[in-house]
T-cell receptor, first 118, second 112 residues
Framework: GAVVSQHPSRVICKSGTSVKIECRSL??????MFWYRQFPKQSLMLMAT?????????EQGVEKDKFLINHASLTLSTLTVTSAHPEDSSFYIC??????????????FGPGTRLTVT | GNSVTQMEGPVTLSEEAFLTINCTYT??????LFWYVQYPGEGLQLLLK?????DKGSNKGFEATYRKETTSFHLEKGSVQVSDSAVYFC???????????FGQGTELSVKP
């Protein structure tokens, strides 16, 4: 099946610094990628939808200037957490939709990135 | 708005026990319904789906039936294995919006 990778799997950074998380579709071209945030024991919350070559669409309440999303190619989307604070510590998950798949509704998920801000 | 509610975990079962994880939803229109599974250290994987009322999704011994009258999509398996230990997410996708909306996840632990 389709594979989505994320890098890094874990990152620890100091408060005030920026962190970039990469999401790659390894064996398909993803015109649309999604970024989620997951708190412990809670659901995945959609942060933004990223379309290749255009600006990301952010969900209500998500600060676009804090969570910068770039989808510069059909296989790579990046999420940059700018000026990170401890409350940004979370599990970030990306997913990608394969437009060539028979089941166009299916999203393929990455393994997630654990961000800890100290 | 659209929402999904799952039974709280963790659920702990002995091997070969019967599993039910309850899921109910609130949605406008006629959503598609999904169960995803997240094994330790891995990303979410689609387990099964149903796209209209009375559809039954099934995969790997798991089943769930789309019940419009009770707005439910309960996950069942007749005989669980240790390898089924994972977190299970119920989700819906409203065809208008196209976004996946997840429940909070239910952790299943199967003991030998």
């Amino acid at each position: 099946g389709a594979v989505v990778s994320q890098h890094p799997s874990r990152v620890i950074c100091k408060s005030g610094t920026s962190v970039k998380i990469e999401c790659r579709s390894l064996d398909f071209q993803a015109t649309t990628m999604f970024w989620y945030r997951q708190f412990p024991k809670q659901s995945l919350m959609l942060m933004a939808t990223s379309n290749e070559g255009s600006k990301a669409t952010y969900e209500q309440g998500v600060e676009k200037d804090k969570f910068l999303i770039n989808h510069a190619s059909l296989t790579l989307s990046t999420l940059t957490v700018t000026s990170a604070h401890p409350e940004d510590s979370s599990f970030y998950i990306c997913s990608a939709r394969d437009p060539g798949a028979v089941t166009s509704y299916e999203q393929y998920f990455g393994p997630g990135t654990r961000l800890t801000v100290t | 708005g659209n929402s999904v509610t799952q039974m709280e975990g963790p659920v702990t079962l002995s091997e070969e026990a019967f599993l039910t994880i309850n899921c109910t939803y609130t949605a406008t229109g006629y959503p598609s319904l999904f169960w995803y599974v997240q094994y330790p250290g891995e990303g979410l994987q689609l387990l099964l789906k149903a796209t209209k009322a009375d559809d039954k999704g099934s995969n790997k011994g798991f089943e769930a039936t789309y019940r419009k009258e009770t707005t439910s999509f309960h996950l069942e398996k007749g005989s669980v294995q240790v390898s089924d230990s994972a977190v299970y997410f119920c989700a819906l996708k409203n065809n208008q919006g196209g976004k996946l909306i997840f429940g909070q996840g239910t952790e299943l632990s199967v003991k030998p």
